[in-house]
């Protein structure tokens, strides 16, 4: 284990979120690729609130990724159109 892996390792959080980053980390290897996508899920799966503010506060495009979420929400979350069959199997 690196030794930066091991700092990552002895980190102690109540956070899931913060966990399955830092274990991400720890890792080794592409860690940027691998956090990334433990975060996309971890943040799916626990949601925007466990994600620490400090960590949001220092992210680049924050906001943008926060309105294209709300729109995709919009959008999952209307009502289907009875009239559209597209989605009906024959």
Do not use: N
């Not at 899931?16 to 799966?45: H, K, L, N, P, Q």
Request: net charge negative.
């Amino acid at each position: 284990m690196h030794h930066s892996a091991r700092s990552f390792a002895s980190l102690q959080t109540d956070s899931g979120f913060e966990r399955t980053i830092m274990y991400a980390i720890s890792t080794g290897g592409d860690t940027d690729t691998i956090a990334s996508m433990a975060g996309a899920i971890a943040g799916a799966y626990y949601g925007i609130e466990a994600i620490p503010r400090r960590w949001i506060e220092h992210c680049e495009g924050t906001q943008d990724a926060i309105a294209l979420a709300e729109k995709l929400h919009a959008l999952v979350s209307k009502p289907a159109d009875a009239s559209d069959k597209s989605c009906v199997s024959s």
